[in-house]
């Protein structure tokens, strides 16, 4: 299995942190955001790992470069101009990813302490093409499954909004995306390229639109976990104190 690590973000919500660090060096507990990753990747056994950056990407080069890119094979995809987001991320670093080996991917600023292996051993198993990491998560957005844990589609709780339109919102369960996913490579980049109408945008939308016609699978852990969005000086505050509670 590869491993992209989405690194891009500005972190204006971290703001005086990211004044002069990209956020995904932004410490948590002795460590930065995206060591935590980076080590979570490893002890799964995923040792051949792109890292998408923009804001101040030389430093988190130079973190890399320092740590001897901690025993991975790792290419670093550079978006200069301008954050690419999820989806765009992704395609751009495609050429890396390509071939038939499951991708997992993470967002940087994404904090869990469940295995990953058991997640890649239920992508393995159910034969999907993706697979979300889902929960009964306090969020406004939504992603909807069926009974046997397939998504079906979207929905925004404050707004009402759904997609698609003609779906039974009642006959579903709805559940928090959790930030990590893995895909197939040789069935997602195919369509995500041809589906793409420029070059940044969030994965999400694709997901929703590709849903009733690809094998896109719910997974939560079988087993209590932590999970933190450190996306805010607040978050962070909530995940350090879990952290301390360990």
Not at 222 to 229: E, R, V
Request: proline share 5%; charged share 25%; net charge negative.
């Amino acid at each position: 299995m590869k491993g992209l690590i989405f690194a891009a973000g500005l972190g204006t919500r971290l703001y005086p942190l990211t004044a002069d660090t990209p956020k995904a060096l932004v410490k948590l507990g002795d460590k930065p955001m995206l060591q935590h990753v980076i080590e979570k990747f490893r002890s799964a056994g995923i040792n051949e790992v792109v890292i998408n950056v923009h804001h101040y990407a030389d430093r988190i080069i130079e973190f890399l470069e320092r740590n001897d890119n901690f025993g991975l094979r790792l290419r670093v995809s550079i978006e200069k101009d301008y954050p690419l987001e999820t989806g765009g991320g992704l395609l751009k670093a495609a050429e890396w990813l390509a071939g038939d080996e499951p991708v997992l991917l993470h967002n940087a600023d994404i904090f869990t302490d469940f295995p990953l292996e058991e997640m890649a051993s239920s992508h393995a198993e159910s034969g999907a093409d993706v697979t979300l990491l889902v929960d009964n998560r306090k969020s406004s957005r939504q992603l909807l499954l069926d009974s046997d844990g397939y998504m079906r589609g979207w929905t925004n709780l404050t707004t009402g909004e759904v997609k698609p339109a003609d779906i039974n919102v009642n006959a579903l369960n709805s559940k928090a995306f959790g930030g990590i996913h893995i895909i197939n490579p040789s069935v997602v980049l195919p369509r995500l390229k041809a589906e793409a109408t420029g070059e940044v945008f969030s994965i999400t939308p694709f997901y929703i639109s590709a849903c009733n016609d690809m094998n896109i699978k719910g997974f939560t852990p079988s087993s209590p976990y932590g999970w933190h969005d450190i996306g805010t000086v607040e978050k962070l505050a909530a995940a350090e104190r879990y952290l301390l509670s360990k």
